[in-house]
């Protein structure tokens, strides 16, 4: 069970506190779920059912394994590992050898202090060539980002996926597909499957359209992830327990 939650602290890392805590995501399955969820989010900002449109800001959701990165003044500070969600390990050197993971950023527009999240993962075709020493691609990705040499990881080719912050200095960005476009100018890989969408019709299209093109795409998803699109609206609505109430992981089988 703990590796749904990350991977517990070793001993041969660092344990850091996370400055904002690494949150899960609550689960959807059908269609019924997904309009609780937006029943709940139109119920808890006080608005009227039929004006209820919300954009979702939709993005696969990878199965792999997730990171923060800290950036001071552009420059990648430390790496840390989800943990318990509260406290992470130290692996800055691990996160290091991965080429998506920009260096140094020299973006006017990039905050002074962020924590940039996203997904390390291996690609399926990857996975291959490296023959029978892992379960599957989270594992290999697991597995190599805890190795005590990084030169180990090294010859790991694993990929980062960014999609979202923890702590970070102002920032004058006010919805999530905006900020996905903005890890992007800033040297980040993000999915090219992300796509804006509103109305539960739409995001179970989508949902069909992603669970069809599954086997296309060269990483592992479990699901899609749907986040209220506007910063404000999800400022205003907050967390329960260690989820927000602003997104959904409406899962793939
Ligand atoms: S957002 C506060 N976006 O899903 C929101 N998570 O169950 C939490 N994941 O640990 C994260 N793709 O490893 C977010 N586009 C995406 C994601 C994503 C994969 C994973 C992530 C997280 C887990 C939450």
Redesign the pocket.
């Known amino acids: 069970p703990s590796l749904s ?2 991977f517990k602290p070793s001993k041969n890392f660092e344990k850091v506190n996370h400055k904002v805590p ?4 609550s689960n959807a399955f059908d269609k019924t779920d997904l309009e609780n969820f937006q029943k709940k989010i139109t119920n808890f900002l006080n608005f009227k059912e039929e004006n209820n449109f919300f954009d979702y800001s939709t ?8 990171a923060s990165l800290l950036y001071k003044n552009g420059k990648f500070i430390k790496g840390l590992s ?1 943990g318990d969600g509260k406290i992470g390990e130290d692996i800055t050197k691990n996160l290091s050898t991965i080429d998506d993971i920009p260096k140094l950023i020299k973006n006017k527009n990039f905050p002074k202090e962020i924590d940039i ?3 390390v993962f291996i690609k399926k075709k990857d996975f291959k060539i490296l023959g029978d020493k892992f379960a599957n691609p989270r594992n290999a990705a697991s597995g190599s980002l805890r190795q005590k040499n990084p030169e180990e990881t090294k010859k790991i080719p694993l990929k980062f ?1 960014a ?2 912050y923890g702590y970070s200095e102002k920032m004058n960005i006010k919805t999530q597909t905006d900020f996905l476009k903005n890890l992007k100018d800033w040297g980040f890989k993000t ?1 090219k499957f ?1 796509k804006k969408v509103s109305g539960i019709d739409n995001l179970l299209k989508n949902h069909r359209f992603l669970e069809e093109k599954r086997n296309e795409i060269d990483f592992d998803i479990d699901g899609v ?1 749907y ?1 209220i699109d506007n910063f404000e609206l999800q400022k205003r609505l907050g967390f329960v327990a260690n ?2 109430r602003w ?1 959904i ?1 409406h899962k793939i089988s």
Do not use: Q
């Open positions: 939650i990350g690494m949150l899960s995501l993005e696969p959701k990878i199965d792999g394994i997730s989800r999240r996203g997904e996926i999609y979202t999915n992300n992830v986040k989820a927000p997104a992981a």
